[in-house]
């Protein structure tokens, strides 16, 4: 399989918590996988933004029941610099949710 995305991550977002695995393909033949939990406070949300933001993280794909993808996509962006370029952000959303 061609990687596409070296430092990409995947959110499983629940009503309380999200859980977040980021991969990074790097010169080694497997990728580094990494797995934290975060809340959904705000600050909580603010820290997965700023971790993902800390490991270079490009592409981010998001599965979420009904509207519990609302408060992760409402945290405002960090400001970007060159060392860290804006994410890209993919929903995931449960077909009968109807959102």
Do not use: N
Not at 3 to 11: D, F, I, Q, S
Not at 50 to 72: C, F, I, N, Q
Request: charged share 20%.
């Amino acid at each position: 399989m061609q990687v596409t995305a070296k430092r990409c991550a995947g959110l499983d977002v629940h009503q309380a918590t999200v859980v977040a695995c980021v991969m990074i393909h790097g010169r080694r033949k497997q990728p580094t996988k990494e797995v934290r939990s975060f809340g959904t406070m705000t600050h909580e949300l603010e820290a997965l933004r700023d971790w993902l933001k800390a490991e270079g993280v490009t592409h981010v794909g998001m599965e979420s029941t009904g509207v519990y993808w609302r408060p992760v996509h409402a945290v405002p962006p960090a400001s970007s610099s060159a060392a860290s370029p804006p994410m890209c952000l993919a929903f995931l959303a449960e077909p009968s949710s109807g959102h």
